[in-house]
């Protein structure tokens, strides 16, 4: 078992930046990629990023060049750094690990961009 704790969301301006963390507790020597997903207003979940235990990492065209994904594999932390938030990224974002195949999602958090 994984546990996954989001912390970092908020509300902003459009034009501004948050940073998203999450951490990971529990079996974490299984886990394999992180990354982040978001559940807009009457949209499906989507991912946004996702980084693998190697460091490589891979963006959904709508936040290439803005949003940035980290990790720390020491600290079992990952982050998501969103700079030039816009209206349409409001959502609540949410925190994913790939614990050998399954799934395993944090609670979320509320990201607000408001115009």
């Known amino acids: 078992q994984v546990q996954l704790v989001e912390s970092g969301g908020g509300l902003v301006q459009a034009g501004g930046s948050l940073r998203l963390s999450c951490a990971a507790s529990?079996?974490?020597?299984?886990?394999?990629?992180m990354g982040w997903y978001r559940q807009g207003p009457r949209k499906q979940r989507e991912l946004v990023a996702f980084?693998?235990?190697?460091?490589?990492?891979n963006y959904a065209d709508s936040v290439k060049s803005r949003f940035t994904i980290s990790r720390d594999n020491a600290k079992n932390t990952v982050h998501l750094q969103m700079n030039s938030l816009r209206p349409e990224d409001t959502a609540v974002y949410y925190c994913?690990?790939?614990?050998?195949?399954?799934?395993?999602w944090g609670q979320g958090t509320q990201v607000t961009v408001s115009s």
């Open positions: 994913n690990a790939d614990v050998l195949g399954t799934m395993f």
């Open positions: 529990g079996s974490i020597f299984r886990i394999n990629d």
């Open positions: 980084i693998t235990s190697g460091g490589t990492t």
